[in-house]
C-alpha cells in the first residue's frame, strides 16, 4: 500500500471505516475498536453475538495497554520471533469496552510482524478489531476475491494482500495459565 493510501486508509479507520484484510493467520474483518459503531457493523454483517468478544491485533503491545488490566507485567514475552501465531487471553481493565470483551473478564490479544497490520496500527497508534471474514457457521474468505464475492459493498475497504500463516495453526492461550484453549489450522 503507497503511504498516500496508507494515511488515507487510517484517517477513514479512525473515523468508523470496517475492512477486510490478510492477517497472520487468516483473512479477517477489522476496525478501530474504540468506535462501538463500527465494531456492531462488523457483529451484524457477521451475525455474531456481542457476548463472545473480540480479538484485538496490534503490532506493538503498548497499543494494547490500555485495554489490559493489572498483572499483565509479562507482556513483552508473548510473542517471539518466529513463534506461531497465539491470541493471548489477558485480563480485561475496567476500560477495556464490552463490545471488545464481551462477557467475559478477559481480552483476547495478538501481538504480530505481519507488515500490512504493522504499517496500520503504526498509522492509528492504536490495534484493530480482528475477527475471521465470514459469517456466522460458514466458511472463511481466504482471498481478497472472496471478500469482495461473500461482502461486496458492506465493507468500507479491502486490503489486498495475502494472509501470511494461512497454512499455520493459531493457538487461544491464557496468558495467567499458560493453558492452551484452542489449536486451529
Not at 484517517?11 to 474483518?29: C, K, N, Q
Not at 484485538?56 to 489490559?68: G, K, P, T
Not at 506461531?84 to 481480552?107: D, K, M, R
Request: aromatic share 8%.
Amino acid at each position: 500500500m503507497s503511504p498516500w493510501a496508507l494515511n488515507r486508509f487510517v484517517h477513514e479507520v479512525s473515523r468508523g471505516a470496517i475492512f477486510g484484510y490478510p492477517t497472520d493467520t487468516v483473512w479477517g474483518l477489522g476496525c478501530h475498536p474504540l468506535i462501538a459503531s463500527s465494531v456492531s457493523r462488523i457483529l451484524q454483517i457477521k451475525n455474531r453475538s456481542p457476548d463472545k468478544g473480540l480479538i484485538l491485533l496490534s503490532s506493538r503491545i503498548e497499543y494494547c495497554s490500555d485495554y489490559l488490566g493489572a498483572g499483565t507485567g509479562e507482556l513483552e514475552s508473548i510473542r517471539l520471533p518466529g513463534e506461531q501465531p497465539t491470541t493471548w487471553l489477558v485480563a480485561a481493565s475496567e476500560f477495556c469496552p464490552p463490545w471488545i470483551h464481551g462477557i467475559y473478564p478477559t481480552v483476547g490479544i495478538r501481538i504480530t510482524s505481519h507488515p500490512l497490520i504493522e504499517s496500520i496500527c503504526d498509522g492509528l497508534q492504536a490495534p484493530i478489531v480482528s475477527t475471521s471474514a465470514n459469517r456466522s457457521g460458514k466458511a472463511t474468505a481466504r482471498t481478497s476475491f472472496q471478500m469482495r464475492k461473500q461482502f461486496g459493498s458492506e465493507l468500507d475497504f479491502i486490503v489486498n494482500g495475502f494472509a501470511t500463516g494461512s497454512h499455520q495453526p493459531s493457538e487461544i492461550k491464557s496468558l495467567a495459565s499458560g493453558t492452551i484453549l484452542r489449536t486451529r489450522s
